[in-house]
């Protein structure tokens, strides 16, 4: 399968920082990538689709302005997020389709932690 | 939203027998996934079912994908500790393209005791 990979694995950071997470498709070019955000035993929740060459689209509730995607090339895209507060504590994991198939290759995910 | 919701939410077998965990959803699809996770790792995809078809098998994996009751159902045979990890599934009402989306269940815990 695909492989998307996703850096870096864990963060620990002070409120009030920003904190960049980069997502990788490492052998397949993707115009599309989705972030999501799970809780602690929950599941995911898309936050947003990332569009290369062009806006991310938010889901609804989740704040652009916090939650900055950056998706400047067929096999990256970011997610910072900006003025971390506690709440923000999560995992974070990046998605890319792939064609024809439907089937969506998950990064093996990012563990923020805002102290 | 949440549109699939998975039972049980918790489940605890021996090694060597079966499991078997329960997908509803709300919504019209394109297609239903089942993915595993290990605990505190990404998601590996497992099998995807259209909804034009009513069964798929994979290894010892087998889906069921009932549209009239819009549920699905998971079938691992002959378990493994192995296979110990959450399962979630997770629809898409299009395919293909940037409006492709999943939305995830809450999620099985399944557990096999070796």
């Known amino acids: 399968g695909a492989v998307v990979s996703q850096h870096p694995s864990w963060v620990i950071c002070k409120s009030g920082t920003s904190v960049k997470i980069e997502c990788r498709s490492l052998?397949?070019?993707?115009?599309?990538m989705f972030w999501y955000r799970q809780f602690p035993k929950q599941s995911l929740m898309l936050m947003a689709t990332?569009?290369?060459?062009?806006?991310?689209?938010?889901e609804q509730g989740v704040e652009k302005d916090k939650f900055l995607i950056n998706h400047a090339s067929l096999t990256l895209s970011t997610l910072t997020v900006t003025s971390a507060h506690p709440e923000d504590s999560s995992f974070y994991i990046c998605?890319?389709?792939?064609?024809?198939?439907?089937?969506?290759?998950f990064g093996p995910g990012t563990r923020l932690t805002v102290l | 939203s949440q549109q699939g919701e998975e039972d049980p939410q918790a489940l605890s077998i021996q090694e060597g027998e079966n499991a078997t965990m329960n997908c509803s959803y709300k919504?019209?699809?394109?297609?239903l996934q089942w993915y595993r996770q290990n605990s505190g790792r990404g998601l590996v995809h497992l099998i995807l079912?259209?909804?034009?078809?009513r069964e798929k098998h994979s290894g010892r994996l087998r889906v069921t994908l009932d549209t009239s009751k819009k549920s699905s159902s998971l079938l691992i045979t002959a378990s493994r500790a192995a296979d110990t990890a959450s399962y979630f599934c997770?629809?898409?009402?299009?395919?293909?393209?940037?409006?492709?989306?999943?939305?995830f269940g809450k999620g099985t815990l399944l557990t096999v005791n070796p």
């Open positions: 998605s890319g389709p792939v064609g024809a198939t439907d089937t969506q290759y």
């Open positions: 052998d397949f070019q993707a115009t599309t």
């Open positions: 990332s569009n290369e060459g062009s806006k991310a689209t938010y």
């Open positions: 919504t019209s699809i394109n297609n």
């Open positions: 079912i259209r909804s034009n078809e």
């Open positions: 997770a629809t898409a009402p299009n395919s293909g393209g940037s409006n492709y989306k999943l939305t």
